[in-house]
């Protein structure tokens, strides 16, 4: 099985945004000069009647152009810190590739980041689907019935989770599902599973009828057995490869 992060697809998407950044970034100083000519050089009267509709359209484009800027900014920090790599992924394929049962029909893909599908921890492509993987590190004592998580405070008190790894995991089942759907992939069965890569000692969880299976990481062979691996393929190594290729171009 292979262990793969669309690497060079982050990047090319992190340079397309600089080049966005910089025509906004041009287009926003473009703004904030023209506005600053018009109301540094006036090119009609102060006693014109409409001279007030020209003041605000020089005041304006500043403050729109300075927005526009700001906008362009954020752009570039974006650009840069998009992330190339998930490390609790990447453990979790790791742990993957203990099982013999992964061969080289299976494809562990991190860290998917694009348009149309958004973020998304992890996918294993194979011949049994596509399973979606929510990576989580956290710590403590939990418990989820159904779609709803608690989290016991230091005081023993349980209180809502501040995130919903439920949710978040059905939301990222279902992009998948629409990407493939768009992609006439649609045959592709799409599974989930949240995983909590921490000990059994630091993260303890009590589940009663889980909407998304549960796992630790040390137990996550065990798990798939039970949950996602069939002895029989659900698709053709054609449509796996047709899969992978769309997620990692």
Same mark, same amino acid.
Request: cysteine-free; charged content about 20%; proline content about 0%.
């Given at each position: 099985m292979e262990n793969i992060a669309p690497v060079r697809a982050l990047t090319r998407r992190s340079r397309q945004l600089l080049q966005i950044a910089f025509i906004v970034l041009a287009v926003g100083a473009l703004m904030v000069v023209v506005g600053a000519l018009l109301t540094t050089i006036l090119l009609i009267p102060r006693t014109h009647q409409l001279f007030g509709l020209y003041e605000l359209t020089g005041n304006g484009l500043i403050w729109?152009? *300075?927005?526009?800027?700001?906008? %362009?900014?954020?752009?570039?920090?974006? *650009?840069?810190?998009?992330?190339?790599?998930?490390?609790? %992924?990447?453990?979790?394929?790791?742990?993957l590739n203990e099982s013999a049962y992964f061969d080289g029909r299976y494809s562990f893909i991190r860290n998917i980041?694009? &348009?149309?599908l958004g973020y998304i921890d992890a996918i294993l492509v194979g011949p049994a689907g596509a399973l979606v993987f929510r990576i989580l590190s956290n710590t403590g004592n939990y418990a989820n019935e159904v779609a709803n998580w608690l989290k016991q405070n230091n005081q023993g008190e349980w209180l809502p989770f501040a995130t919903n790894p439920t949710k978040e995991a059905v939301d990222d089942i279902q992009q998948l599902r629409d990407y493939l759907l768009k992609n006439r992939l649609e045959s592709v069965p799409v599974f989930g599973i949240i995983v909590f890569t921490a000990g059994p000692g630091a993260v303890q969880i009590a589940e009663k009828d889980p909407v998304v299976p549960i796992s630790h990481l040390h137990s996550l062979l065990?798990?798939?057995g039970e949950q996602?691996?069939?002895?029989?393929?659900?698709? &053709?190594?054609e449509t796996v490869t047709a899969v992978r290729r769309l997620l990692l171009e």
């Open positions: 729109l152009g *300075a927005i526009v800027i700001l906008g %362009a900014i954020v752009t570039f920090i974006r *650009a840069l810190t998009r992330r190339k790599e998930n490390d609790l %992924a990447y453990l979790t394929g790791d742990v980041n694009r &348009s149309g065990q798990n798939l996602y691996l069939t002895k029989q393929d659900r698709i &053709s190594q």
